[in-house]
């Protein structure tokens, strides 16, 4: 059984920050690649980051330079820190493992609220 415990979402300013955390069951986290997806109100999901079991990152376009992935194999947990946060950023976002070698989520966290307030 595959569990993701996302916590971190919250109200924030335009030009704030957020951190997420995502805490995972441990054979599964430490063998795959970790992210997140977000998905705003009347639209698809989209992916945010990426990184792989090595450290290595992918970004959305839309957040790079402001959003930084990372995960701490020890506490089986992957973060998010969202920097310089917009209103365009609200949304529920969501924990994901993924395929291996992949950027395709093959599970999902039960999903947390960014709410970005002008």
């Known amino acids: 059984q595959v569990q993701l415990v996302e916590s971190g979402g919250g109200l924030v300013q335009a030009g704030g920050s957020l951190r997420l955390s995502c805490a995972a069951s441990g054979s599964i986290f430490r063998l795959n690649r970790m992210g997140w997806y977000r998905q705003a109100l009347g639209k698809q999901r989209e992916m945010v980051a990426g990184i792989t079991s090595a450290g290595a990152t992918n970004y959305a376009d839309l957040v790079k330079g402001r959003f930084t992935i990372s995960r701490d194999n020890a506490k089986n947990t992957v973060y998010l820190q969202m920097n310089s946060l917009e209103p365009e950023d609200t949304a529920v976002y969501y924990c994901?493992?993924?395929?291996?070698?992949?950027?395709?989520?093959?599970?999902w966290g039960q999903g947390t609220q960014v709410t970005v307030s002008s």
């Open positions: 994901n493992v993924f395929a291996p070698g992949t950027w395709n989520p093959i599970h």
